[in-house]
């Protein structure tokens, strides 16, 4: 197995820690609150997990997985692109990396030609005047057998698109760097440089979408771009619809 060597993961301004087994490790490190910018991975998480509480499955050492702590000047309320921004980061990442095909579905999906490559989630914490943002990532680093059926989707990984397949230290390291850059740049000045990058790097650009609402309900429209907090925005027969909260369920 690839294994994981902090002292392989280089992230300039941020302590790294691996654990074989930890619950999530977005949940150590929103626990521990870092005072300074924390990375955390590990080879196995038993309860980990994707937007609204979803399980997140990744066989032992077969993924990349792995979260950044950052504390934020910005309130929590200013946050609410940093999916956007991280997942945006991720991408770039991934092709350099050689993954040319890399997209970000809104607001958190890593997808290959439809295929799931991996997944973001960001969560918040009130801290003061500002917040502790802690961004996890997971990606299939390894072909994982009966993956696709358990999910019942199609599913891509790192040792499909990448040749060679760097190790995970590699992997880890390289988004680790971009994401603190990204978070940092975020802080700063916000989501709307961010916005702008989103068109090429969407993977559903122009195309007709249905997405469930938190709701339960099912709206749908053309992919329009993103609104200033990073809100799908969908062209319907009515007009412009802004989506907050929801989830693209397919696209034509």
């Given at each position: ?13 941020a302590?790294?820690?691996v654990?074989p087994?930890?619950t999530?490790?977005?949940a ?5 609150g870092?005072a ?8 196995e ?10 399980r997140?499955?990744?066989p032992?050492?077969?993924?990349v997985l ?5 504390p934020?000047?910005?309130p929590?309320r200013?946050?609410?692109g ?9 991408v ?14 809104w607001?958190?999906d890593?997808l ?19 917040s502790?943002?802690?961004v ?6 390894r072909?994982?057998?009966?993956l696709a ?18 190790g995970?230290?590699?992997v880890?390291g390289a988004?680790?760097?971009d ?7 975020f802080?700063?000045?916000?989501f ?6 989103w ?8 195309r007709?979408?249905?997405?469930r ?5 099912v ?5 329009a771009?993103?609104?200033a ?7 319907t ?11 693209v369920?397919s696209?034509a």
């Amino acid at each position: 197995m690839d294994q994981l060597d902090p002292r392989a993961i280089r992230v300039p301004g941020a302590t790294v820690r691996v654990v074989p087994r930890c619950t999530s490790t977005n949940a150590v490190l929103l626990a521990e609150g870092a005072a300074q910018p924390a990375l955390l991975a590990a080879d196995e998480q038993s309860a980990g997990r994707g937007r609204r509480g979803r399980r997140w499955h990744s066989p032992a050492g077969a993924g990349v997985l792995f979260s950044l702590a950052l504390p934020m000047r910005r309130p929590a309320r200013e946050l609410s692109g940093l999916s956007i921004a991280a997942g945006l980061a991720a991408v770039r990442t991934l092709r350099a990396l050689g993954a040319g095909e890399a997209a970000l579905k809104w607001p958190n999906d890593l997808l290959v030609r439809g295929a799931k490559l991996g997944g973001i989630l960001v969560e918040t914490r009130a801290r003061g005047a500002g917040s502790l943002a802690v961004v996890g990532i997971g990606i299939n680093h390894r072909a994982s057998g009966g993956l696709a059926a358990r999910l019942r989707r199609s599913v891509a990984a790192l040792e499909e698109l990448l040749r060679p397949l760097p190790g995970r230290n590699a992997v880890i390291g390289a988004l680790g760097r971009d994401l603190l850059a990204a978070l940092r740049a975020f802080d700063a000045t916000g989501f709307e440089p961010f916005r702008a990058d989103w068109p090429a790097l969407d993977a559903h650009a122009g195309r007709r979408l249905r997405v469930r609402l938190a709701d339960g309900r099912v709206v749908a429209g053309t992919a329009a771009g993103l609104a200033a907090d990073g809100a799908l925005q969908l062209r319907t027969p009515r007009g412009l619809r802004t989506v907050r909260n929801g989830r693209v369920v397919s696209a034509a």
